[in-house]
């Protein structure tokens, strides 16, 4: 199962897929970095903000950048590598693999492979940011994104309106990781999902993954209209989420459960027909 697993990552690290997303989000993370390094350009001491303050988790000047990651997320993970067994079903290479191994072995690597992807590119890509950022500003300044003093850290900056404010209020840095893991979560967990459901559509499957894009894309447009926005993936998985602390947790278990069934159903039905 292991080497079957390193196998698939080899795989999937060789695609030029997989090269120009892992290009594509360290870009944008080193050019949120840019950004905020510009805004300050010049700026006397009295007017920097801590480093904690200006990743791209947290910063209010580079906002854009987390807003267009999270907002693409379903197309960028959908397009990494979750067309994999499908390709191999269409062009044969599957036949061959299953007179060395069995379906379910297949495809326990495959899935795993499909999640280690996004989330590492997510993770190290943010992560570049934060050490960015980390070592280039300082660690007490004279500016804070709430306009309150440095000593202040009480109640004056908590709002129980916001997700996880608690986590923030008392560490900052934990508030940012905290982030940068459940949004390389759900970059892994939509992968699998997407993986699903191109296994169960079986052609075109790069459109099948546009498909699902604009389907996420038209759920967060109705849920925006009907007042349920706080609901919708590109805001509860963003730093200063408006609404509850359990948003996406919902989202990451419902996008499991439902993976998890639409894989199982499927390869029963894939051993039905390969035996």
Same mark, same amino acid.
């Given at each position: 199962?292991?080497? =079957?697993?390193?196998?698939?990552?080899?795989?999937?690290?060789?695609?030029?897929?997989?090269?120009?997303?892992?290009?594509?989000?360290?870009?944008?993370?080193?050019?949120?970095?840019?950004?905020?390094?510009?805004?300050?350009?010049?700026?006397?001491?009295?007017?920097?903000?801590?480093?904690?303050?200006?990743?791209?988790?947290?910063?209010?000047?580079?906002?854009?950048?987390?807003?267009?990651?999270?907002?693409?997320?379903?197309?960028?993970?959908?397009?990494?590598?979750? &067309?994999?067994?499908?390709?191999?079903?269409?062009?044969?290479?599957?036949?061959?693999?299953?007179?060395?191994?069995?379906?379910?072995?297949?495809?326990?690597?495959?899935?795993?492979?499909?999640?280690?992807?996004?989330?590492?590119?997510?993770?190290?890509?943010?992560?570049?940011?934060?050490?960015?950022?980390?070592?280039?500003?300082?660690?007490?300044?004279?500016?804070? &994104?709430?306009?309150?003093?440095?000593? &202040?850290?009480?109640?004056?900056?908590?709002?129980?309106?916001?997700?996880?404010?608690?986590?923030?209020?008392?560490?900052?840095?934990?508030?940012?990781?905290?982030?940068?893991?459940?949004?390389?979560?759900?970059?892994?967990?939509?992968?699998?999902?997407?993986?699903? =459901?191109?296994?169960?559509?079986?052609?075109?499957?790069?459109?099948?993954?546009?498909?699902?894009?604009?389907?996420?894309?038209?759920?967060?447009?109705?849920?925006?209209?009907?007042?349920?926005?706080?609901?919708?993936?590109?805001?509860?998985?963003?730093?200063?989420?408006?609404?509850?602390?359990?948003?996406?947790?919902?989202?990451?278990?419902?996008?499991?459960?439902?993976?998890?069934?639409?894989?199982?159903?499927?390869?029963?039905?894939?051993?039905?027909?390969?035996?």
């Amino acid at each position: 199962m292991w080497e =079957l697993y390193l196998n698939e990552l080899r795989k999937g690290f060789r695609r030029i897929e997989v090269r120009f997303i892992s290009m594509l989000f360290l870009l944008i993370c080193i050019l949120a970095f840019l950004v905020n390094c510009l805004e300050f350009y010049g700026t006397s001491f009295s007017f920097i903000r801590r480093a904690s303050q200006m990743t791209i988790m947290i910063s209010c000047y580079s906002s854009y950048f987390l807003s267009l990651i999270t907002m693409l997320l379903p197309l960028l993970a959908g397009f990494l590598y979750s &067309d994999n067994f499908i390709l191999e079903k269409n062009n044969g290479t599957l036949s061959l693999l299953l007179t060395r191994t069995s379906l379910k072995r297949i495809m326990v690597s495959k899935v795993f492979a499909v999640m280690t992807l996004p989330f590492v590119i997510s993770f190290f890509s943010l992560s570049v940011n934060i050490l960015l950022t980390y070592f280039t500003f300082p660690s007490i300044a004279g500016d804070s &994104d709430l306009s309150f003093p440095a000593y &202040d850290i009480g109640l004056n900056q908590y709002s129980s309106l916001y997700a996880f404010d608690l986590l923030r209020l008392n560490s900052e840095w934990g508030y940012t990781y905290f982030y940068v893991l459940l949004i390389s979560l759900f970059a892994s967990v939509l992968a699998v999902f997407i993986f699903s =459901l191109v296994n169960w559509v079986g052609k075109n499957s790069y459109l099948t993954i546009i498909g699902i894009f604009i389907g996420f894309i038209m759920g967060g447009l109705a849920l925006a209209l009907t007042g349920m926005e706080r609901w919708s993936w590109h805001i509860a998985f963003r730093p200063y989420a408006l609404g509850s602390a359990i948003t996406p947790f919902l989202w990451l278990i419902g996008l499991v459960v439902i993976a998890i069934g639409l894989l199982i159903i499927y390869t029963r039905r894939v051993e039905l027909i390969e035996s």
